[in-house]
């Protein structure tokens, strides 16, 4: 079975904080994406809270990792700048390049989508109450890993159907 397309990626943390600058680092390459020219109305909450990141971990069934994660980095959108449906597409974009490049640095990232969980955003705009002018969109546990990567595959050849 060949993987096509790899997700999720399972890490342990090491009980350290995140350098600030390769915080920066990961959010300028994300915003390097092909899009990057409709990206203007993004904003980025880094989380290291201990009390936030607990909270968070419990808005999704996903989101169990942030809990232990150093920090965690909530995606938003202003909501008078974009409309969600592109907005989604858009910030899709970003956050793959916030997962290659945490990838890249060895920090584990994970990508742990909410957008279109109305509840789940606003249990996130809740935990960090965060302004009504903005919409939260997603969660990106990220921090030093503690052991070897263990991916999680979610697509296979044998669920793409040809129709010809």
């Not at 789940?120 to 919409?135: G, H, Q």
């Amino acid at each position: 079975m060949n993987n096509l397309y790899t997700r999720v990626s399972i890490r342990k943390y090491q009980d350290r904080p995140v350098e600030k600058e390769k915080t920066q680092a990961i959010l300028r390459a994300a915003m390097q994406a092909p899009s990057a020219a409709n990206q203007q109305p993004w904003e980025f909450y880094v989380v290291t809270n201990r009390e936030k990141l607990e909270a968070l971990s419990r808005v999704s069934p996903y989101a169990g990792m942030t809990k232990h994660a150093p920090a965690a980095i909530v995606s938003v959108y202003r909501r008078d700048c974009m409309i969600p449906a592109y907005a989604q597409i858009d910030l899709s974009i970003a956050m793959e390049n916030l997962w290659l490049e945490t990838d890249a640095q060895g920090l584990g990232g994970v990508w742990l989508g909410i957008a279109p969980q109305e509840e789940r955003m606003k249990a996130v705009e809740k935990v960090l109450e965060l302004p009504d002018s903005v919409r939260a969109f997603a969660i990106f546990p990220y921090g030093y890993p503690a052991e070897e990567r263990k991916q999680q595959d979610r697509f296979d050849e044998s669920r793409i159907h040809y129709v010809e």
